[in-house]
T-cell receptor, first 116, second 115 residues
Framework: GAVVSQHPSRVICKSGTSVKIECRSL??????MFWYRQFPKQSLMLMAT?????????EQGVEKDKFLINHASLTLSTLTVTSAHPEDSSFYIC????????????FGSGTRLTVV | ELKVEQNPLFLSMQEGKNYTIYCNYS?????LYWYRQDPGKSLESLFV?????AVKQEGRLMASLDTKARLSTLHITAAVHDLSATYFC???????????????FGTGTLLAVQP
């Protein structure tokens, strides 16, 4: 079945620094990737959608200059949290889908970000 | 704006009992997903419902979709402790007007099955 690998699984960073999270589709071409954020005891909130080779489309209220998304190839998307602050601490989950919808939405294992 | 609401938000039930989780959504969609999430983990796919009237069953869980009522249900039969988790429905916001499909999640239902 389709597999999406997400790294790192956990990261602790100091306030003001930047953190990069990677999301790779291992056995299919991910034409579209999605990034979600989940606060404790809450649902998943879609942050942005990116198509390979295009600029990401951000959901309302998500700062695109703070959450930089790059989807330069059909197997890799990255989310960079710039100038992180404690309120950015959250569980970030990526998801990937292919053009034909053959693999539906495949989710990564998530990244727990803690900003201290 | 698409709203996806689940109820109940929290469900405590005894082993052996039956119960239903409801998922209501506010826009047209013919595709709905159910996921399970254990604490600290990502999502585990349970069901994909692709058309009106779709019904799928796996073990003690059965999911259905009524696109006209914009309602999906997840029915639990004879619950066991291992089913304790958070369950999410997610609506596929279809590709209208050239926009990319995207998945919008419900509010989630925390299920606690007591022995």
């Amino acid at each position: 079945g389709a597999v999406v690998s997400q790294h790192p699984s956990r990261v602790i960073c100091k306030s003001g620094t930047s953190v990069k999270i990677e999301c790779r589709s291992l056995d299919f071409q991910a034409t579209t990737m999605f990034w979600y954020r989940q606060f404790p005891k809450q649902s998943l909130m879609l942050m942005a959608t990116s198509n390979e080779g295009s600029k990401a489309t951000y959901e309302q209220g998500v700062e695109k200059d703070k959450f930089l998304i790059n989807h330069a190839s059909l197997t890799l998307s990255t989310l960079t949290v710039t100038s992180a602050h404690p309120e950015d601490s959250s569980f970030y989950i990526c998801s990937a889908s292919d053009l034909g919808g053959n693999y539906g939405y495949t989710f990564g294992s998530g990244t727990r970000l803690t900003v201290v | 704006e698409l709203k996806v609401e689940q109820n109940p938000l929290f469900l405590s039930m005894q082993e052996g009992k039956n119960y239903t989780i409801y998922c209501n959504y506010s826009t047209t969609s013919d595709r709905l997903y159910w996921y399970r999430q254990d604490p600290g983990k990502s999502l585990e796919s349970l069901f994909v419902l692709l058309s009106n009237g779709a019904v799928k069953q796996e073990g003690r869980l059965m999911a259905s979709l009524d696109t006209k009522a914009r309602l999906s249900t997840l029915h639990i039969t004879a619950a066991v402790h291992d089913l304790s988790a958070t369950y999410f429905c997610a609506v596929d916001l279809m590709n209208y007007g050239g926009a990319t499909n995207k998945l919008i999640f419900g509010t989630g239902t925390l299920l606690a099955v007591q022995p």
